[in-house]
């Protein structure tokens, strides 16, 4: 081997590995994307990350009350279907999130304290509106079907529903329920005409 062949392997070599450490550089600097909630209704299905700040870093815990409070009112790139009687919305997580569980709300009303720890749920939109019907305070009336607002909700181990349901007060219930939220997801059902 001549002392220019050698030349060029020690400077290939230098080069390959400099481009290797700056590669590792570069992705120490990448942050992990946020999780993805996968909603379907019909042939109709798209999936989301949270919107922004409605995810705790990894690691962070919790988002706090305060900020799931806006997360919920959150009307910026929420998902929305036209739902029709007869059908059935699909929620698909990532395995992130079932890891300590997540929740489903239906215009703020919790459907189980019990956190879904499975990648995928369905639930018969008929039924969502149904048991929201029966909170109607005018019983006795016809239900109308309105825009219901659903949250997916990513829980931490922090989540307790006995110390939850225990609560005192409205705000001490908030604290603790929203308190124990990682990640908050909105998705829009609108009535079909």
């Known amino acids: 081997m001549t002392a220019i062949s050698m030349g060029r392997r020690v400077l290939r070599t230098a080069l390959a590995a400099g481009a290797a450490g700056a590669a ?12 993805n909630a996968h909603f379907t209704l019909g ?24 900020r799931v ?4 009112e959150n009307t910026e790139d929420v998902v929305a279907f036209t739902a029709g009687h007869g059908d059935t919305l699909r929620v698909g997580v990532d395995p992130e ?12 009303v919790l459907y189980d304290s019990t956190p879904f720890t499975s990648t995928y749920q369905t639930f018969e939109v008929d039924e969502l509106y149904a048991a929201f019907d029966e909170r109607n305070p005018n019983p006795g009336a016809l239900p109308e079907r309105q ?3 659903l949250l997916v909700a990513q ?14 007060s409205d705000e001490q ?13 909105n998705v829009d059902l609108e009535p079909e005409d």
Request: a negative charge; one cysteine or more; charged letters at 30%.
């Open 69 to 72: 409070q806006e997360c919920i």
């Open 24 to 35: 590792l550089v570069a992705l120490t600097g990448c942050e992990r994307p946020a999780p």
């Open 155 to 168: 829980v931490n181990d922090e989540y307790d529903r006995e110390s939850i349901w225990s609560s005192e």
């Open 147 to 149: 825009e219901m607002r």
């Open 43 to 66: 042939s109709h299905t798209t999936s989301r990350e949270p919107v922004e700040n409605c995810h705790a870093e990894h690691g962070d815990g919790a988002l706090g009350a305060e």
């Open 97 to 108: 999130v079932a890891e300590d569980g997540w929740l489903l709300f239906y215009n703020g």
């Open 173 to 185: 219930y908030r604290e603790r329920m929203f308190g124990s939220f990682e990640g908050v997801w």
